[in-house]
């Protein structure tokens, strides 16, 4: 089993910043890719940003160039970096995390509200 905590969220006025954390604790192998997604009131989940065991990146389209995903494998962590900060950017943002176990599973973190005011 593993449980993830989130940290970091808020409300910021547009242009201010942010950085999301996401710790990874209890019993597997290893940590494979660790992600960012967010899920906006009447919308679908997407996937912000994505981060491999190997520390490849990528990213949604609108965040590129304003967000910054990086992980620290010895703490288990996977941090999120949010400038230039925009309204549209509001939403519930949830790490997930893909580990081994053995056997591959991924896991959710229960959500974290980020508010952008205008």
């Known amino acids: 089993q593993v449980q993830l905590v989130e940290s970091g969220g808020g409300l910021v006025q547009a242009g201010g910043s942010l950085r999301l954390s996401c710790a990874a604790s209890?019993?597997?192998?290893?940590?494979?890719?660790m992600g960012w997604y967010r899920q906006a009131p009447g919308k679908r989940r997407e996937l912000v940003a994505a981060?491999?065991?190997?520390?490849?990146?990528n990213y949604a389209d609108s965040v590129k160039g304003r967000f910054t995903i990086s992980r620290d494998n010895v703490k288990k962590t996977v941090y999120l970096q949010m400038n230039s900060l925009k309204p549209e950017d509001t939403a519930v943002y949830y790490c997930?995390?893909?580990?081994?176990?053995?056997?591959?599973?991924?896991?959710w973190g229960q959500g974290i509200q980020v508010t952008v005011s205008s």
């Open positions: 209890g019993s597997f192998f290893s940590i494979n890719a």
């Open positions: 981060i491999t065991s190997g520390g490849s990146t």
């Open positions: 997930n995390v893909d580990v081994y176990s053995p056997g591959k599973y991924s896991y």
